[in-house]
């Protein structure tokens, strides 16, 4: 069931205090992993493969099934205990939750306050969506709870033209005019699949990106698979370097939808790539 208002504020409240970004180096990210990466695993799962990758962060997705032999999915309907239970996994393997997403947003300002609620009660700095459609919603509550909204791109659908959110132009037309708050959320690899340069489409989006799903594809094409960091054609070290220039401190999280039951040693590569690459801010 949805969180009450009263229960949201003392979870807010806790998680103010309880998880408080630590202080890192200057021109970090926030490295994270989506837990999409671990969809055929549980979150509590999916959290624990995230730590032995390397990351301290994770960005959760809806409807993972929360642990084995439970039917609770991660989501903002997941009620009081189970979120308490959420929150005890990610401590104990010292990970924080960042993100959430992709998820679609209300345009009832009502249920997407406990979206977002829920979120902050977590720690969960962005969510990311495709709602477009809902756009004045999300910003209000981006106001209200002080927490960002990435557009998320999927590859470009050759039989739905409705479909616009693979074009980074398009996303910029949607974010430009709004709270700050309001951004991309830039999944590299998807624009490869739509036959876009990633730094094509980050130079594009100049200033409005709010989060990441960084990807290395095999090739550029509808077809391409994830594979380590630094050995595709996505030029991971050129995304960083705008990353870096754009003094975008994340959340950037490691996507991985490639053979999915056995990824976590390719998961961990692409976080030790990031981590030669440029100091994480946590």
């Known amino acids: 069931m949805a969180l ?15 998880l408080a970004p630590q202080s890192k ?23 624990e493969m995230t730590a032995r990758a390397g990351a301290r962060n994770i960005e959760l997705f809806p409807g993972q099934t929360l642990k084995a032999g439970s039917n609770v999915r991660v989501g ?8 308490r239970e959420l929150r005890d996994v990610l401590s104990r393997h010292g990970l924080r939750a960042v993100a959430y997403g992709v998820t679609g947003i209300a345009k009832d300002p009502a249920q997407a306050r406990t979206l977002f609620g829920w ?15 809902n756009l004045d919603t999300a910003e209000a509550m981006a106001k209200e709870f002080d927490i960002k909204v990435g557009i998320h791109n999927h590859p470009r659908r050759a039989d739905d033209p409705n479909y616009r959110v693979w074009d980074p132009a398009y996303v910029l037309s949607q974010v430009k005019n709004r ?11 998807h624009w490869v699949r739509s036959g876009i340069r990633p730094i094509d489409a980050l130079k594009i989006l100049k200033g409005r990106v709010v989060s990441s799903h960084l990807k290395d594809l095999n090739e550029f094409s509808p077809a391409g698979h994830d594979v380590p960091f630094g050995t595709g054609i996505s030029d991971i070290p050129a995304i960083l370097r705008f990353y870096q220039s754009e003094k975008f401190d994340g959340p950037v999280s490691v996507e991985y939808e490639h053979n999915m039951e056995r990824s976590l040693p390719e998961v961990s590569s692409c976080i030790g790539f990031v981590r030669g690459f440029i100091t994480p801010k946590r």
């Open 119 to 133: 979120a902050k009660s977590l720690g969960i700095g962005v969510i990311n969506t495709e709602s477009t459609e």
């Open 25 to 47: 180096p200057a021109g970090g990210i926030t490295l994270s992993v989506q837990a999409w990466t671990f969809t055929r695993f549980t979150t509590a799962e999916a959290i």
């Open 4 to 18: 009450p208002m009263t229960l949201l504020t003392g979870l807010v409240a806790t998680a103010a205090l309880t």
């Open 179 to 189: 709270d700050r708050r309001i951004g991309a959320c830039a999944d590299t690899g």
């Open 76 to 83: 903002p309907e997941m009620g009081e205990e189970a979120t």
